[in-house]
């Protein structure tokens, strides 16, 4: 989580470098995905600005979710509502970038 500060998320791409898919600030997550899954990232971060973060590893939130508590399932639902937020963020980012290249 980004306590104070902002990041870029951004790609590369072969034919134009690299493409800045948002920015992130304050209050607002990255990484998600990695504690969910362990896959590869599709995209990278870049501090726009000074940044102070929060780190949560894999296995302490493994353990924080198997607790079951009210609030590990508040964390759960805070981060699929930042992946729907960012999923149809990253929706009309694609639709302009095919606009772009048609």
Same mark, same amino acid.
């Given at each position: 989580m980004i306590l104070e500060g902002r990041v870029r &998320?951004?790609?590369?791409?072969e034919y134009s470098g690299r493409i800045i898919l948002g920015e992130l600030g304050k209050g607002e997550i990255f990484g998600e995905m990695a504690l969910i899954d362990n896959?590869?990232?599709s995209a990278g971060? &870049?501090?726009v600005t000074p940044?102070?973060?929060a780190f949560v590893d894999k296995d302490s939130f493994n353990d924080f979710l198997l607790s079951r508590s009210d609030l590990a399932f508040r964390l759960m639902a805070c981060i699929c509502l930042s992946l729907f937020r960012r999923i149809l963020a990253l929706d009309r980012v694609y639709a302009e970038l095919k606009k772009a290249i048609a």
């Amino acid at each position: 989580m980004i306590l104070e500060g902002r990041v870029r &998320v951004v790609i590369s791409s072969e034919y134009s470098g690299r493409i800045i898919l948002g920015e992130l600030g304050k209050g607002e997550i990255f990484g998600e995905m990695a504690l969910i899954d362990n896959k590869p990232r599709s995209a990278g971060i &870049v501090a726009v600005t000074p940044c102070r973060l929060a780190f949560v590893d894999k296995d302490s939130f493994n353990d924080f979710l198997l607790s079951r508590s009210d609030l590990a399932f508040r964390l759960m639902a805070c981060i699929c509502l930042s992946l729907f937020r960012r999923i149809l963020a990253l929706d009309r980012v694609y639709a302009e970038l095919k606009k772009a290249i048609a």
